[in-house]
C-alpha cells in the first residue's frame, strides 16, 4: 500500500516567496498585481479552481504590456504553474515553469533565489510525475543555490529531494534532509507553524518505513493537529494528513481507525479539490488495499474502479 504522498506543499512557500520579491503596495499596484493578490489569497485558502482564472488574466496582462519573455512574466508564469500543479494537472504546469525558469535565468542569472525557487518546482513536478532521474539534478541544483546565498528557502528542495529518495525507496538518505529541513523552519518560524507539517509527513513516511511506528504516529498527529488549527477542517491539506495518519493505521493492523479517517479524506479532498483530482484516486486506492488486506474484495474493486476512472481523466496523454 502506498503510505504516504512524500511531497512538500511547495507552492503554498513558492507563492510566498514570489510575493517577498518587490511586491507593491495597494496604492501602487495595477489590475494584474490586484488580480495577482487576490489569486494569492484564494490560493493559501485553498481554493485552487477559483485562484486559477485570476493567475491567467493576470499573466496576460503582463503578457501583453511587456511581452511573453520579459522579466515581469516569469512569477506569474510560476505562479500560474503552481496553481495548475496543485490542481493536479501536471503537463500544463511543465512548460509554464521552463518558461519561467529560462527568464529567470537569462534576466538574474544561474544563482539567483529566484532561480532556486523554479527549479525546485520543476523539480518537484518530476518527481509527482515519478520522473526522479529528472528530478534529483534540478533539486540538487536549487539546494546549491540556497546554501551558497544562505536562502532558508532551502527547505523546499531539501525537503522534495528528500522526497524523491522515499520515493525510490532511499530512505537512508531521506531522513538527514528531512530532518535538516525541519530544523531550519522550526527555528525560522517555530515548532507548530504550518509550513513545517508537510515536512513532518514527510519525515514519518520514512520511519514508517524504517518501521519506527510510535516516532511516525508522534509527527502525523502533530502535522494533522497543526494543520487544522491553520486552515480549518476543510483544506486539502488537512484531508492530506488524515490520508496520512490512516495509510499508518493500516500498516499496524489498526483498521477500523483506518478506515474511517481514509473516508473523511477521501470526502474532504472531493469537497476542496473536484472528483477527478489525483491526490484523491491516491486516498481510494489506499482505501481499496485496506479493504482488500482484510479479504473484502467487492469493496476494494468498487474504490478501486472509481481511482482508476480518475486516473484516467487526469493521465497526461
Known amino acids: 500500500m502506498k503510505a504516504l504522498k512524500a511531497s512538500i506543499r511547495v507552492a503554498v512557500t513558492a507563492l510566498a516567496l514570489s510575493l517577498s520579491f518587490a511586491a507593491p503596495s495597494h496604492a501602487e499596484e495595477d489590475e494584474a498585481g490586484t488580480l495577482t493578490r487576490q489569486m494569492k489569497q484564494l490560493y493559501r485558502a485553498g481554493k485552487y ?14 503578457e501583453k504590456e511587456f511581452g511573453p519573455d520579459d522579466a515581469n512574466v516569469a512569477m506569474p508564469l510560476n505562479d500560474l504553474g503552481t496553481i495548475h500543479y496543485n490542481l493536479g494537472q501536471y503537463a500544463v504546469a511543465e512548460p509554464l515553469y521552463k518558461r519561467a525558469l529560462a527568464i529567470r535565468e537569462r534576466t538574474l542569472g544561474p544563482d539567483h533565489a529566484e532561480v ?3 527549479l525546485n518546482n520543476l523539480g518537484d513536478l518530476y518527481r509527482a510525475e515519478e520522473r526522479y532521474a529528472e528530478a534529483e539534478p534540478l533539486l540538487k541544483r536549487s539546494i ?3 546554501e551558497k546565498t ?5 527547505v523546499l528542495a531539501l525537503s522534495n529531494l528528500g522526497a524523491v529518495y522515499s520515493n525510490e525507496g532511499r530512505y537512508d538518505q531521506a531522513v538527514p534532509l528531512f530532518k535538516r529541513g525541519l530544523a531550519i523552519l522550526e527555528k525560522a518560524l517555530g515548532p507548530d507553524d504550518p509550513e513545517a507539517t508537510v515536512l513532518m509527513s514527510n519525515l514519518a ?7 519506527r511506528y510510535a516516532d511516525a504516529e508522534r509527527l502525523l498527529k502533530r502535522a494533522m493537529a497543526v494543520t487544522e488549527k491553520a486552515f480549518g477542517p476543510d483544506h486539502p491539506d488537512v484531508a ?5 495518519l490512516a495509510a499508518l493505521y493500516a500498516r499496524q493492523g489498526r483498521n477500523t481507525e483506518a478506515e474511517r479517517l481514509f473516508k473523511r479524506s477521501a470526502a474532504a479532498m472531493e469537497k476542496t479539490l473536484g472528483p477527478n483530482h489525483p491526490d484523491l484516486a491516491e486516498v481510494l486506492e489506499n482505501l481499496a488495499g485496506l479493504y482488500r488486506d482484510q479479504g473484502r474484495y467487492a469493496d476494494a474493486q468498487q474504490v478501486l474502479k472509481r481511482s482508476m476512472a480518475i486516473r484516467g481523466k487526469t493521465r497526461p496523454i
Do not use: C, F, W
Not at 49 to 58: D, F, H, I, N, R
Not at 205 to 211: P, R, S, T
Not at 240 to 244: G, H, I, R, V
Open 49 to 62: 479552481t477559483e485562484a486559477l482564472p485570476l493567475a491567467q488574466k493576470s499573466l496576460a496582462l503582463r
Open 116 to 118: 532556486a525557487m523554479v
Open 144 to 146: 546549491a543555490i540556497g
Open 150 to 154: 544562505n536562502d532558508p528557502s532551502v
Open 205 to 211: 513516511d520514512a520511519y514508517i518505513h524504517q518501521h
Open 240 to 244: 492530506q494528513a488524515q490520508n496520512n
